[in-house]
């Protein structure tokens, strides 16, 4: 219960990201558009590299990136959720491809 309280009272007094300064040169930082931007290019970079590595996507972009496994399958799983990929197979026998022209 107390860390609920905790919690809710460090939340409240946060301070929106935009208010935030960089150090150099005192300025507004959008922390959350270079966040999205690199989600981006990791998400284009999967539809780029599914076609020639289908069972081992997820390696590739652990190893380009410097990212985790979990957080490559978020990407992969909005993908799916957005229907720009598809996952065929379960577990450790999936693979994934695109779509094909008429299914987007």
């Known amino acids: 219960m107390a860390w609920r309280t905790y919690r809710w009272r460090l939340t409240k007094e946060a301070k929106p990201v935009d208010n935030r300064l960089s150090k150099i040169d005192k300025k507004p930082v959008d922390y959350m558009a270079k966040i999205s931007e690199r989600g981006e290019q990791i998400r284009r970079f999967i539809l ?10 997820t390696n590739l972009v ?22 720009a990929l598809l996952i065929r197979g379960a577990t450790r026998g999936s693979h994934y491809i695109l779509p094909p ?4």
Request: glycine share 2%; net charge positive.
């Open 48 to 57: 780029d590299n599914v076609e020639h590595h289908p069972k081992d996507v």
């Open 62 to 83: 652990v190893k380009s990136f410097g990212i985790s496994r979990q957080a490559v399958n978020k990407h992969i799983q909005r993908l799916v959720k957005q229907k």
């Open 101 to 104: 022209p008429d299914q987007k």
